[in-house]
Each structure stands twice: as C-alpha cells, then as structure tokens.
C-alpha cells in the first residue's frame, strides 16, 4: 500500500488550492488500485503561486504497526506545524477525521523517521531543532541542536542504532541516539564534503556533543 499527497486547484475560485492525499494498493502485476474511501484532505490553503515553505505537508509515512498513515506539515509566521494521523481500518479504508500533535513553537515538522518498537518517530524541525514525537503518548520533547540552521532529512542505522540529522543549509550531519524513555542526545556532529570543498585546504573532523564541529 502507499499514498500519495497532491495539491489541489479548486477551479470555482481559481486562487485557493487545498492539499490531499489518496492511497493505493499495490501488486506486482496490475500497478496500482485507488483504496476505496482513502481520499483526504489536510485542510490546507494555498494559493497560485503557492506561498512557498510554510503551511505544505512535507511527508507521508505509515505507522510502523501499519495501524496510521501520518502526514508532517510545515508551520509558517501565523500557524504552527503539527503531525496529522488517521487511522486505517481492516479494509484499508482511511477514518473521516485525524488527530494532530502539535511540536512547541511556531513548529515547522519535515521529514519523519520511524523509532523502532516505540511507537514514535524523530522528525527534524527548522524551527525546533529535532522533535521526538511519542504517537502512543500523544506528546512531543525536542533536542537543540549546536548551529542548526535548517534541519530537513533524517535516517536510522541499524548498525549503530542512532539517527542521522542533515542541516541543508551547513551540511552538516549530527548523530543522535535515543534512550527508552524517548530522551535524545548528540553523539557527534559531522561536516560533510559539501562545507569541505568551500575550505579546500582545511581538514574537517567530528566533533562530541559539547562542541561544534571544526575546521583544521
């Protein structure tokens, strides 16, 4: 199964458009099938140009029970961002209405990694820093993190069993780990051969979580 967001342009007004999404089933043979009664929309209102970074959705996953199907919007100056998730039900169908948790602040949530049997998710956060949003608790804590200008894409490592932060702007890549209790800490903060090639005749080296990275 997956699904789709769209923007939509609402033809009678020819300004306002509204952002939804719908879902699919998937075989290997036939492509994709529309799931009956999966079409939902965001409440979002845009405009023709679209306002640009704020208030669009940014991401659509499932729960890691396939029980949800979660959708990460970016706030702007007048709204903050939120976490919308709508249940699934046996036949696939979505329910009419979702919940939201709403990060602290004028919340700008992008991408959304998925923590492993917690029921939870690390979302980096513009705004914030990198959310940890608890979907079973209903709640949110956030981790700063040293220099963060736009914190956007995040990933999880089997192998260390931490996450990865990208800062699109610095290019920097922080490692975050997360204890049981959904609290998060850096473990090193990382330049990448993107800022390396602005300083060709430096050295560039990881730092601790009490430090920034640093250029030699």
Same mark, same amino acid.
């Given at each position: 199964?997956?699904?789709?967001?769209?923007?939509?342009?609402?033809?009678?007004?020819?300004? $306002?458009?509204?952002?939804?999404? =719908?879902?699919?089933? *998937?075989?290997?043979?036939?492509?994709?099938?529309?799931?009956?009664?999966?079409? =939902?929309s965001?409440?979002?209102?845009?405009? +023709?140009?679209? +306002?640009?970074f704020?208030?669009?959705?940014?991401?659509?996953?499932?729960?890691?029970?396939?029980?949800?199907?979660?959708?990460?919007?970016?706030?702007?100056? @007048?709204? @903050?961002?939120?976490?919308?998730?709508?249940?699934?039900?046996s036949?696939? @169908?979505?329910?009419?209405?979702? *919940?939201?948790? +709403?990060? $602290?602040?004028?919340?700008? $949530?992008?991408?959304m990694?998925?923590? $492993?049997?917690?029921?939870?998710?690390?979302?980096?956060?513009?705004?914030? #820093?990198?959310?940890?949003?608890?979907?079973a608790?209903? =709640?949110?804590?956030?981790?700063?993190?040293? #220099?963060? *200008?736009?914190?956007?894409? @995040?990933?999880?490592?089997?192998?260390?069993?931490?996450?990865?932060? +990208?800062?699109?702007?610095?290019?920097?890549?922080?490692?975050?780990?997360?204890?049981?209790?959904?609290?998060?800490?850096?473990?090193?903060?990382?330049?990448?051969?993107?800022?390396?090639?602005?300083?060709?005749?430096?050295? *560039?080296?990881?730092?601790?979580s009490?430090?920034?990275?640093?250029?030699?």
């Amino acid at each position: 199964r997956m699904c789709f967001i769209a923007t939509v342009l609402k033809l009678r007004m020819l300004k $306002p458009r509204v952002q939804r999404f =719908r879902c699919f089933s *998937v075989d290997k043979t036939n492509g994709l099938s529309p799931i009956s009664n999966s079409i =939902r929309s965001i409440r979002l209102n845009q405009t +023709t140009p679209a +306002t640009g970074f704020g208030n669009t959705a940014s991401q659509i996953i499932f729960s890691e029970d396939d029980t949800q199907l979660i959708v990460s919007v970016k706030g702007d100056e @007048s709204n @903050s961002g939120f976490i919308a998730l709508w249940g699934i039900n046996s036949d696939g @169908s979505l329910e009419d209405k979702f *919940v939201t948790i +709403t990060p $602290p602040g004028n919340a700008q $949530p992008f991408s959304m990694t998925r923590i $492993p049997g917690k029921n939870a998710l690390v979302v980096p956060d513009p705004a914030n #820093g990198v959310d940890i949003i608890d979907l079973a608790g209903n =709640r949110s804590n956030t981790l700063q993190i040293p #220099g963060q *200008v736009q914190l956007g894409w @995040s990933s999880f490592s089997e192998l260390t069993q931490t996450y990865f932060i +990208t800062d699109v702007v610095t290019s920097v890549i922080t490692e975050i780990s997360i204890d049981d209790n959904l609290e998060a800490s850096i473990v090193q903060v990382c330049p990448t051969l993107v800022l390396a090639l602005f300083f060709p005749l430096t050295r *560039v080296s990881c730092s601790n979580s009490t430090s920034s990275p640093t250029l030699a």
